[in-house]
Structure formats: C-alpha cells, structure tokens
C-alpha cells in the first residue's frame, strides 16, 4: 500500500485529480472505474478543468461501479446523476466513453469490463461503516462479483435507500446494484481516498486492522497495487 | 483468474515450468519465491535441464516463503532442504541468488523484499485444506504479513511439526515461520498449481466457493493476477 | 538489450520456444508477430508440442509481418505457407486468431493491429545482411511502417523474388510486403534469433556495430526491450 | 506516437507536468531523467508547487541526461545549475534522490542508471535543429550511447558552448557531456515537448519526416512509448 497523507482537502483534491489523469495519458484504451458521493466534489471540478474538450482523452472509458435507481423514473439512476453533473456533463465525456451499470444489465457488468480489457483503476470512497462501492457490511461477502443487493439485506437498508433518492417514499427501489469485492480487486490499480475526521476511525481501522468482511475495505489493502490518499484529519489516528 | 486445466501431472509440470521460465527472462532482476513439496517435483527436475549452468539466468533471484527449523541443526530447515535438493543445487544457483527466509530473519522478510523491488512471482501449491505456504486453516489471518506460528495454534500441528521434520521427536520444533497471506498478496502474479484427484475438493472450493479464512486459499481468488494451473484430475470436480 | 548465447541450435531453439510460451500464458488477449524460414524449424516442433490443442491458448492471437504473393494462385503466400506448415496446422490455432497479412490489406496493418491492442510481441530472425521481415538493405528507411517494396527496389530483388517463389518464373511477383522499421519497434518487446556460423558476422555487426540503414537490424538496437538468442557458433566474432 | 496538441504553453505546461507527477506516484522507487532550458520553465513552477515538501515523493530519484561544465569552476555545470534553480531546490528534492551526471562520471552513466533499474521516463525538448540532449546534429550517432562531445565536433561547436557558459571566453570548456540516442531510447517512456512557432517546422519534421541522423530526435518516433506535447503553434504546419 502506498498511503499518501495531504495537508487538507484541497492538496487530497488536487493528488486524487493527478492520479487519475496519470492513468488518462495513453496511447492504447484506459478504463477507469470512478467514485460518486461528495468527497470527490473537488476533485472532479479540477479534473473538468484539465479534460474538457480535450481531443487528446478520447481514449479514456469511464465506468461507474454501483447504481440506485429510482422507482417511476427513466433514465440515469443516484450515482450516474451524480457522476453526470460532477463530471461527465461538465466534462463533456462523449457517450461512447461512458459505460453505464444498471440494475438491468449488473449480470453481465464483469463480462463486459474483461472484454474491454479489465480496469486499469478504479476510484474509490471509503465509508465511515468500511463500504466502498455499494459493498456495506452484511450486504456482500469477499468472494462476491457484481451482485443485486435488496432493500433486507440489513436492518437500515430500506432507510439507506430512502435518503439516497431524496427521501421521497414513491422513488425508494427495493434494491441496489454494485461491483462487488472480487470485482474491485480485478482492477490493476486501486486508488481509495478519504478526508474529515470523522474518516479517522475508518482510516485507522483499514490501515492497522485485519481483514475481515466486518470492515469491506480491509480486503483491499491485500490488493499489490492499493493507493490510500487522506487528508491530514483522516490520518489523525494513525 | 486464468485456469489452466492440463491433460495429466507430466503436462501440468510442463506448464508450470514455463511460467517460472516465462519470468525469469528478463534483462532487469526478477524476484521469484518458489515451493517445496511433492507437487513441484517434476516441475523441478524440468527446470534444472532449462536452468543449470546458464548464466543468462543471473539476474533471477529466489526466495523461500515458509521454514520449519530442524531442533539441534544450524543450516537449512525442512524447505530450504527440500527446495535445495530439488532445484538450487541441481540447477547451481549462485548462492547471491538465493533468499533465505529463517526463524531468524522472519520478522524482515517482507522488508527486505520490498527492498529489493517486491516480487514478480510467487509460485504455490495448494494443500486439502486450502492451505499454501504455511498458512493453514486457523494459523495466520488475512491481514498476516509474514509470521511465526506456534505449536499450539492448533490442535494438529505439533503433530504436523513431527511429521515434517521425519517424525523425530529430538528434532520437532516448536515453531515455524510463513509468509502471510498479505505477503503473497502483494506478489505482482501469482501462479498455483494442484495434481491428482485428491486435490479436487480443494481446487472445487478455491474456484467455486467463497473467500472464508476456513479455506485460506480463497484469498488468492480476489487477486487481479492469478493463473492456476491443474490437471484433469485435480479438476474432475468442476 | 538481453543477449542470450545458448550451446547450440536445439538449445537456441528451446529458449525461443520458451519466450514465445512465457508471452502466450497471459488472461488477457495477446498478440504475437512471428517468423517463418528455417532458423525456427525446431523451434516450431518444439511449441507445437506445448500448443496443440490446448484450449488455454485461446487468447493468443497471430500475425504474419510479411507476404510474397504466388502470381495466378489465391490463397497463402510465401510466407503464410511457411508458417501454416510449421506451425499454425500442426498446431490446430483457430482461424479467428491467425491475422494475415497479405498484398491486398497490407495498408491498414499497422492500424489494425493498433486497434487490437499492439503487438506484445514480435519475434524475428536476423539475414546476414541485416534484414528481418522483408526490410533488406536499400528497400525499406528507419522510418517506415507497412509497406509494399517493388522488384526494382535493388538490383537484386527479381532474382530474390524469384528464389523465394521456388524459382518458377510464372510465380514470381513484382512486389512483396512487409512491415517496416518504424511499425517492428512499436512492439512492446522484440525477440531477435540466430543460428551458426554464417550469422555470425551479422550478430558482431548487430551487437558491435553503429545503428544504420545499411544493416536494418541495427535499428532494433535501439528498442528499450529486445532480447537476442543467438547459439555459440552465431556468437563465434563477439 | 501519443501527440497532444494544447491550446498554448501554459496548457502544455500543465500536461507536461501531470505526465510527470503521474509517473511520481507509485510505490515503488522511480527513475526520471528531465530537461533543463527554458521549455520547462512554467512546468517546473506548477511542478514545485505539488512536489515541494511532500514525503510521498521519497521515491522518485532525478538524473541530469546531459552536463556542459563551466571552466575553473568547481560544483554544477550549465544544466545542473539550471535544474537546481529551476526545480531541485525550490522543490527541496533531498541530495540522496538526484544523480548527477558530470564530464568526470559519464563513462557510467548508462551502467548506473542500469543498475538503478532503468529510467522510467525521459523529458525532453526539442531544439529546432531536431536536437535533444546534447544530441545535435554531427555530434552523435544513433547507436551511440553516453558520450563525450567535444569542440570540434561541428564548426559552430565552440560558439555554442561559449552562450552556454553565459559568453565568458575563460569559462568556456572544450567538451560536454550526454546521454546518446541509444541511451535515451533506452528508457521505457519518452516524453517530449516543444511550444512556440518557431518550433514549428522542427515539429512537423519530426512528426511527418522520416528517422535520419540529420535531424536527431526523428529516432524517437519508432520508440514504441513516446508522447508528444505541443501548443498550436508548434502543431501550426502538421
């Protein structure tokens, strides 16, 4: 693992949108596997700034790795509407670059990624709860690929995915949709990033803890190429 | 995982010998840790006609992932014996190419090899009980970078310990060292091979069931390079 | 560059066969560029004993780098007859993995094999004039890709055509085509071998001499990864 | 080839220096040969704002690729002295990460960086003579690697290294030193970069004309990892 711990959110930012357009300056096909949720807000503003109307991307795929859709809507689901008006849209990503995960097509998500070539990186978030992707605990285990998950997995599911459409009781769907561990750790490269102290305990637990499915993201700090980028308040407990 | 599955044990030897092969020509140092046991012995008595006496193999390092000290001896423990009557000897690799893991020096070994560029390749067999290296089913936990284990982390093993160093009581230590699943892990390739049909439980269950430290292999599942290679017997199960 | 001096031909002929099954044991597709002519007989007894219907080779995919058409005859040329003997028959590869170059698409080569992902490897032979594929001196510069070169190219080429076609005027071409320089060194790793006394000139001019277009090959050279297999005799002047 | 064609220089600073930073973040140690001159001024300011500081960078280690030395002057020549003002120290990079090429140590350069694990990447610019490095026409060879070039290597040598000593007769020194073309390809990424106008024809030189010792950098195009960074008005004649 090669921990990288920033002075703030902003360097985290700044190191994350590096990494990634690391990976974007090939030649040959690059997909990347990127991260909804509001710990890459800043990030993605700077990577707007650097790959907007940029021919010299076209090369790049872009996948995302978990979706909720919403009940009674067409369309994009939380995570593609979030990735869309953080970055695809602004970015203007051509949809030809775009790879869309649904709750249709899930069954078939690790087919496709291998027959593209596999993932050169896939970004992620970290829960306080140890989640990555949609991989909460008690929702997949280690050995899981790309699964539906259902609204009993756990206790607080059908409140989870209430807030996660807004609330509104008409668009909760009775399940979700993730990459799930096996598939995560296919990808060549991880690259796994948190800030704000209240990610301490998290960070503290994936760096110094065991592995065990209690913790999702402890699984990834066996992977041979793992990335974990913090912030100093996120580090605080190391 | 890329499975392999060949028409017997000669082919699988074979094969396996061509992936070491495939590794060690290299321009650049390659560091490859390799098994000892019965499974490799063809493998071995290949590669020592491919290997013996060429210099164009000089920059390929070894490296030993488990030892079990002999009680009352200095030199080499039940593996690097074994790995040096099967290959280092035949074969004449320099001793400046041969890394020594040892109740000693256990507690650097993922240090050092780190130090010197990590390894390319680690190559293993795979035990009934989904054991590899030393990390057998209630002795090391996923997290376990290389270890000691004691004579009471099961109830078998001083038993194990007996029989692996001839069943002579004078001679059974009470410890023996392994890397741990986090060490192999962080291999950049990983290649496991299994002969005859008292394997096939073992290879159904790495290849069909979940990740459960109960059967350690498991883990090895999740990496994102990862060849097995088997016979048809070994595969009858799947 | 890796220089390999090996005992003899079946020695030279082992280590290529070696290299060339270390390339073709990946998960993902590879792609290959291989030689005909005589220096890979043995070589090609040697692989197809290890290839022939073995499924776990699959994702091997292979391309011919150079063609001299029969005139008044369809199907294979000079080249992709040579390799269909040697190899890809005895070997049973699948139609769908063979990609043939010929006269007729020699203009998009360099294009398709691009957007197949690039050669991972090309493995080539050495003439005692510094030629490989069919870049001899004065037909081809450093700087070409895929090209037709026409019988007029030096003053020797008809007759050249003309042996190549078995020495049957009526068959003999006006043209041939080859990959060139620029689209050879755009492989990911070049494999150069050569065998006996005769080459031996060429290998000290390979190994000790400057990088001109008067000996092709010494343009290879300069590629950051390329390995030269030579046996002691081709090795005698160095 | 991988060509970008930026808006301008500020745009192909930007990228030049996340091609850099995107080779710094990795775990293992990494080996980068970078440019002095005036090309990379912007770069080398964007550069030190993300580097300076930051313990993650321990990794990378730096190498001058070519030394003109200043006559009765003890410590730095012209590029040294540049690289240091320019980067080394407003980035603080610690004496023991940068590897100084010098007239007295150049005979094991090649050997050097060999034995450090090979360059990861080179930066170069791009003279309008096709130069880089030291490279300039009439003074290297292709296969030539680290060398020494001396006064009389071109009839304008003498003046050349006077501007470079700042026009001070008793400075000027008979020789520099260099990384040659063969050293250079020798790197697994070359990364080059031109702005301006009156680079213009030099770029499409480059990128249109074919590989002669005439124009030295034309043999970095058959390198099989080269990118190509250029505003729109070096790009303005392709």
Redesign the interface.
Known sequence: ?????TKNYEEMS??AA??V???M?????VNLAITAGSTPIRMYELLVL?VKERR?FDNVHFYNFDEIPFVGETGYGVTMKNLDRMFFSPAKIAQQNIHVLTGDNYATQDQRIKAD??LDMILLGLGADGHYCGNLPGTT????ETAVVYEDATPEMKEILLQEVGGIPEKRPNFYVTMG??SV????QIVLFATGSHKAEAIKRLVQ????EAFPA??L?????L?VIIDEEAAALL
Do not use: W
């Open positions: 693992m090669k921990l990288i711990i700044t190191v590096q990494h357009l690391g990976y300056y090939k030649e040959q096909r650097q010299y070539g596999g285990a280690f050995g899981d561990p096996k750790m296919a990808a060549r803890g065991g592995v065990s402890s699984l700090t066996t992977h041979p190429h990335t």
